[in-house]
């Protein structure tokens, strides 16, 4: 990838208030993956992010589930989480969390309550790699972050992975569809 490529992302700046912002695109660190967004879900904890009512969670890159087209593999990328040869223009579903590990909640087996699993997620833009959230032209997958190939009889018009009480807003239909409901 051209050292010289921008991207933009949309960053909440304040409560609803989102900023787009341009940024040169990275090129991946060994191990990591830089995609470009092909789709990406408006989830419910968006909503709540934006209006101010997270806990935990505010000015920060906006999205977190999406389906990916990988761009730039960094060295010694070969394979996905599940040991499938993944190269660049793959479809890839990422996960925004990571697992360190080394918190009380992983010794426990409890990944997904990992005390340090948004650590990337919620870092300002103006920091490396700059492309932490999927609301975005580009997401990049950390080393240590697990990304799946998304098989080749999956359209790329699915809607990306999601959590059970999301919604998509589809660019072809422009309305709002339930978690439930299959892509026609």
Not at 118 to 135: I, N
Not at 154 to 168: D, H, M
Request: glycine share 8%; proline share 10%; aromatic share 8%.
């Amino acid at each position: 990838m051209p050292t010289n490529t921008t991207g933009r992302l949309a960053y909440l700046a304040d409560e609803r208030d989102v900023e787009i912002r341009e940024y040169p695109v990275p090129d991946p660190e060994p191990g990591a993956l830089v995609t470009e967004v092909v789709r990406a879900n408006v989830c419910g904890s968006e909503l709540h992010i934006w209006n101010g009512e997270h806990p935990l969670l505010d000015r920060m890159v906006l999205g977190h589930e999406a389906l990916c087209r990988v761009s730039d593999l960094g060295d010694g990328v070969e394979t996905d989480y599940d040991g499938e040869p993944i190269e660049e223009g793959d479809l890839v579903a990422p996960t925004y969390f990571v697992a360190c590990g080394k918190c009380a909640a992983c010794g426990r087996g409890e990944f997904r309550s990992c005390e340090n699993d948004l650590s990337h997620w919620v870092k300002h833009p103006d920091e490396f790699p700059h492309f932490h959230g999927t609301f975005a032209t580009h997401y990049y997958i950390h080393p240590e972050q697990h990304f799946y190939k998304v098989p080749a009889n999956i359209p790329e018009a699915s809607p990306p992975p999601r959590t059970a009480r999301s919604r998509r807003c589809s660019s072809d239909s422009k309305k709002w569809v339930s978690p439930t409901a299959r892509p026609s």
